[in-house]
């Protein structure tokens, strides 16, 4: 089964691997790129957010980096199936080992869509998307320390994260030397509560956080609102 993104891109979907989000597209939408960024994304799952900037701008390269094997495989697939080879790569590694995957400051732009239900808590149903969203094998100053790695001096690191473990994140954020400053709360209406929320931090930043407008997916007749069908390209 294929989906549709941006730009004439197409995304393989597969069973055992976390499937195309609002939260991937929203993300994706939430991005800043400037000419020719090298972006990283961490835990690129299927590829979703690597292929959806491919589509967003024709001049960024990413590498992805992936633990799950199928997963991995499943990227490789996209990559060739949208002719990308010479713009996307995927590694099969732990984003805890990232000293060991990939050079210090080499990226430009840093994104993830990360696991975010601590282990034992609520989590997906099926067992990949429970694997996807576990963070018994990640948590949030892993993933800060691997991007601050990456990240050059004035990089930025864009992701998605729950509400309620916000806090956790910007503490983690700041002691990887990465200061939030920009966020966007996402809900599916507006009378729901915030679902996720988008954050961008920058390495080496100064404090000063700035909150964008909140993103309401759907009106109370489930019609997409302007901002929702912008993030699609409806």
């Known amino acids: 089964m294929a989906e549709a993104l941006w730009g004439g891109i197409t995304m393989e979907t597969a069973d055992g691997v976390f499937p195309l989000t609002t939260d991937s597209m929203g993300l994706a939408h939430f991005v800043r790129l400037g000419r020719r960024e090298r972006v990283c994304d961490l835990g690129c799952g299927g590829g979703t957010l690597g292929l959806l900037l491919c589509g967003k701008r024709d001049d960024c390269t990413i590498t992805g980096v992936e ?13 060739v199936r949208n002719g990308l080879q010479e713009r996307m790569t995927v590694l099969h590694g732990d984003l805890r080992d990232i000293r ?11 994104v993830s869509n990360p696991p ?38 004035g990089g930025r690191f864009s992701l998605v994260y ?24 996402v809900r599916h209406r507006s009378a729901t509560p915030v ?11 100064k404090p000063g956080l700035r909150w964008e407008p909140e993103l309401v997916l759907y009106r109370d007749d489930d019609s997409p609102t302007a901002d929702c069908a912008a993030i699609y390209h409806l």
């Not at 060991?100 to 840093?110: D, I």
């Open 195 to 205: 679902s996720v929320v988008l954050v961008e931090a920058l390495s080496g930043g």
């Open 116 to 153: 975010y239900f601590p282990a034992g808590s609520r989590s997906a149903p099926e067992a990949a998307k429970a694997a996807a969203r576990s963070q018994g094998h990640c948590t949030a100053e892993d993933l800060c320390r691997a991007a601050a790695w990456l990240l050059s001096t």
């Open 67 to 79: 633990l799950q094997e199928t997963a991995v495989d499943l990227t490789a697939r996209n990559i």
């Open 100 to 110: 060991t995957l990939l050079p210090a400051n080499g990226f430009t732009t840093v």
């Open 162 to 185: 729950r509400p309620e473990a916000l806090c956790d994140l910007f503490c983690a954020l700041r002691g990887a030397g990465l200061e939030p400053k920009r966020m966007r709360l």
